[in-house]
């Protein structure tokens, strides 16, 4: 031992040598004599009768067996830390960087990112698990997109009525918002946004009775003619509630209708329809006031004959009263008396033409196609015209000088003569 002290593996070589003879191995016993320790080895053979031991002290073997056994345990050790590395890192990239990556794909999916992809690098449970994750967010993205586009589709659908489309929820607070209701209220839909409605339309507020029991009864609310001013200007809109009732959703659709135009409209049909009335009376008129107008006209003329020096009659009947016709007719024309008969005379022919002129006017049109001369019927038109006037306008057409020059040699024209009277009026 101590000549090989320095080479532990021909020490072993040589013990084992000499440890031939006796059969190995056998027990191990730790001996103490006289304070010094010993490791021995005995084996018994009872075949042989024979017992055979075989020791060598202690602290010698420690001495030995020390520089090996340090390089064994440093080697042990260090086979441990490269095979726990190796392992934590088989581990890590097996298990834990894979499933990192899977977990920031779901984070990110629920950030609403669903154009993230996480890599598949294997092909065991962790990478099936990727791949399958992987297809979720495809399926996941067309629904989505499948979704926006049909909402889009409505939102288009809604944008484009000419309506005001206004939702909203049992509070009264806005959840949708189109284009006309942004027009007319000058609110974007991002503003109109949980607001309540009386605030962004405040001639609602005279509904929300109405639009509380749309909810509760589910039974459609309709309001007509709902007056209000924009601009300075009376306008006029229908407004109808309608209740959500579909899949459990709460709350209603407030549709609102400018009917302004229709509105006037039908204030124009009502007016033609007085017109119309009073046309027919007009014409009623005209012919009653024909026969006075006629009467009067006839009596003009047989005073201006009963005046007349030319007539036998006269003459005799003023002698027999005792008078002179020529002096009578003379003081006639001196208190010009006659001239207000001639002017009686001319203002009732002036007046039957008139009145001639407006029954040809208002008769009924048979849309007849017939020869008429223009020029007549320039003159006819004139002379409706001329009994225009307005007194709170200050305005009368018979202040307004018109010339008027026709051509002689225009041909008669085939039209319908009550309608060429009606664009020149």
């Given at each position: 031992?101590a000549a090989?002290?320095g080479?532990p593996g021909?020490?072993r070589?040589?013990?084992?040598?000499l440890?031939?003879p006796?059969?190995?191995?056998?027990s191990r016993r730790?001996?103490?004599?006289?304070g010094?320790?010993?490791?021995?080895?005995?084996?018994?053979?009872?075949?042989r009768n024979l017992?055979?031991e075989?020791?060598?002290?202690?602290?010698?073997?420690r001495?030995?067996?020390?520089?090996?056994?340090?390089?064994?345990?440093?080697m042990?050790?260090?086979?441990?830390?490269f095979v726990?590395a190796?392992?934590r890192?088989?581990?890590?990239?097996t298990?834990?960087?894979?499933l990192?990556?899977?977990?920031?794909?779901?984070?990110e999916?629920?950030?609403?990112?669903l154009g993230v992809?996480?890599?598949?690098k294997?092909g065991?449970?962790?990478?099936?698990?990727a791949?399958s994750?992987?297809?979720?967010?495809?399926?996941i993205?067309?629904?989505s997109?499948d979704?926006?586009?049909?909402?889009?589709?409505?939102?288009?659908?809604?944008d484009?009525?000419?309506?005001?489309?206004?939702?909203?929820?049992?509070?009264g607070r806005?959840t949708?918002?189109?284009?006309?209701?942004?027009r007319?209220?000058?609110?974007?839909?991002?503003q109109a946004?949980g607001?309540?409605?009386s605030?962004l339309?405040?001639?609602?507020?005279?509904?929300m009775?109405?639009?509380?029991?749309?909810?509760?009864?589910?039974?459609?609310?309709?309001?007509?003619?709902?007056?209000y001013q924009q601009?300075?200007e009376?306008?006029y809109?229908d407004?109808v509630?309608?209740p959500?009732?579909?899949n459990?959703?709460?709350?209603?659709?407030?549709?609102?209708?400018?009917?302004?135009?229709r509105?006037?409209?039908e204030?124009?049909m009502?007016?033609?329809?007085k017109?119309?009335?009073?046309?027919?009376?007009?014409?009623?008129?005209?012919?009653e006031i024909?026969?006075p107008l006629g009467?009067i006209?006839l009596?003009?003329?047989?005073?201006?004959?009963r005046?007349?020096t030319?007539?036998?009659k006269?003459?005799e009947t003023?002698?027999?009263?005792?008078?002179?016709?020529g002096?009578?007719?003379?003081?006639m024309?001196?208190?010009?008396?006659?001239?207000?008969?001639h002017?009686?005379?001319?203002?009732?022919?002036?007046a039957?033409?008139?009145v001639s002129?407006?029954?040809n006017?208002?008769?009924?049109?048979e849309?007849?196609m017939?020869?008429a001369?223009i020029?007549?019927?320039?003159?006819?038109?004139?002379d409706?015209a001329?009994n225009?006037?307005?007194?709170?306008?200050?305005?009368?057409f018979?202040h307004?000088?018109?010339v008027?020059?026709?051509?002689?040699?225009?041909p008669?024209?085939?039209?319908?003569?009550?309608?060429?009277?009606q664009?020149?009026?």
């Amino acid at each position: 031992a101590a000549a090989l002290e320095g080479d532990p593996g021909a020490l072993r070589t040589a013990a084992l040598e000499l440890l031939a003879p006796v059969p190995m191995p056998g027990s191990r016993r730790y001996l103490e004599r006289g304070g010094a320790h010993a490791v021995a080895f005995i084996h018994v053979d009872p075949q042989r009768n024979l017992i055979g031991e075989a020791a060598f002290d202690y602290r010698t073997y420690r001495r030995i067996a020390h520089s090996p056994s340090v390089k064994l345990t440093v080697m042990t050790f260090v086979l441990v830390v490269f095979v726990l590395a190796g392992f934590r890192l088989f581990f890590l990239g097996t298990f834990v960087y894979p499933l990192r990556r899977l977990l920031a794909g779901v984070r990110e999916v629920n950030a609403g990112n669903l154009g993230v992809s996480v890599p598949v690098k294997t092909g065991d449970e962790i990478g099936f698990l990727a791949d399958s994750f992987n297809r979720m967010v495809v399926s996941i993205k067309k629904s989505s997109d499948d979704l926006n586009e049909t909402r889009l589709y409505l939102k288009n659908i809604i944008d484009s009525m000419p309506s005001v489309l206004i939702g909203v929820d049992p509070e009264g607070r806005v959840t949708h918002w189109n284009l006309e209701a942004e027009r007319l209220t000058k609110t974007s839909e991002a503003q109109a946004q949980g607001i309540h409605i009386s605030q962004l339309i405040p001639q609602f507020s005279r509904h929300m009775e109405g639009l509380r029991q749309t909810i509760r009864d589910r039974n459609p609310y309709k309001v007509e003619k709902v007056t209000y001013q924009q601009n300075g200007e009376t306008r006029y809109s229908d407004v109808v509630v309608y209740p959500l009732i579909a899949n459990g959703v709460r709350g209603a659709v407030i549709r609102v209708d400018d009917i302004t135009e229709r509105v006037r409209f039908e204030e124009m049909m009502i007016q033609s329809e007085k017109m119309a009335s009073v046309g027919g009376l007009a014409a009623g008129m005209a012919h009653e006031i024909n026969n006075p107008l006629g009467g009067i006209m006839l009596a003009a003329q047989n005073i201006t004959r009963r005046l007349s020096t030319d007539l036998e009659k006269n003459a005799e009947t003023a002698r027999r009263l005792g008078g002179d016709i020529g002096t009578i007719h003379r003081y006639m024309e001196e208190r010009e008396v006659v001239k207000m008969l001639h002017g009686i005379m001319e203002m009732g022919e002036r007046a039957s033409k008139i009145v001639s002129n407006m029954l040809n006017f208002s008769r009924r049109s048979e849309s007849k196609m017939a020869p008429a001369d223009i020029s007549e019927v320039m003159a006819n038109t004139l002379d409706l015209a001329s009994n225009d006037y307005n007194l709170k306008k200050k305005y009368d057409f018979r202040h307004i000088e018109i010339v008027t020059d026709y051509d002689d040699g225009i041909p008669r024209v085939c039209c319908i003569v009550t309608e060429i009277q009606q664009v020149i009026l």
